[in-house]
């Protein structure tokens, strides 16, 4: 096999563990939590977090985490947002903002959905705080 269709097949496999973490699998082969959001209906509120960019109306943590999974959970590098802490970074998000006025929560929705559009190489990293969705200390 090249080297290519690994990182293809290494980057499917950790996509899938990231969306079985999210969605509240155990380890040794727990079912999925049934109440797990649907992607679907997640990505159709998309359109409007994008026209209101940083000022969206952020995602749930549970949602955010569950659409991340989707979209971003085969991407590879060094964020904030991690699969076992991703609900607790995001909860952690909401009274940070990025530049004093908007919140990083929205900023991450934005940028996520952003992802589900394209280029989620680019948006994946501010999805996860990083560049314009860093929270500001």
């Avoid at 977090?49 to 000022?55: E, F, N, P, V, W």
């Avoid at 959970?73 to 909401?94: I, R």
């Avoid at 992802?115 to 860093?134: K, L, R």
Wanted: with cysteine; hydrophobic share 40%.
């Amino acid at each position: 096999m090249s080297a290519e269709g690994s990182g293809v097949i290494g980057a499917a496999i950790a996509r899938a563990a990231f969306v079985a973490l999210v969605a509240g699998a155990g380890a040794c082969g727990g079912a999925a939590s049934p109440s797990a959001p649907d992607v679907a209906a997640l990505e159709a509120m998309c359109d409007a977090k994008i026209a209101a960019g940083d000022g969206a109306t952020p995602y749930s943590a549970t949602d955010f985490c569950e659409l991340y999974a989707s979209v971003c959970g085969g991407q590879s590098f060094t964020g904030m947002l991690t699969p076992a802490k991703c609900v607790a970074t995001y909860e952690g998000w909401a009274t940070m903002t990025i530049d004093g006025t908007d919140g990083v929560q929205s900023c991450a929705s934005s940028h996520l959905c952003n992802a589900t559009h394209g280029s989620p190489e680019m948006h994946c990293t501010h999805a996860a705080g990083e560049g314009p969705c860093m929270p500001v200390p």
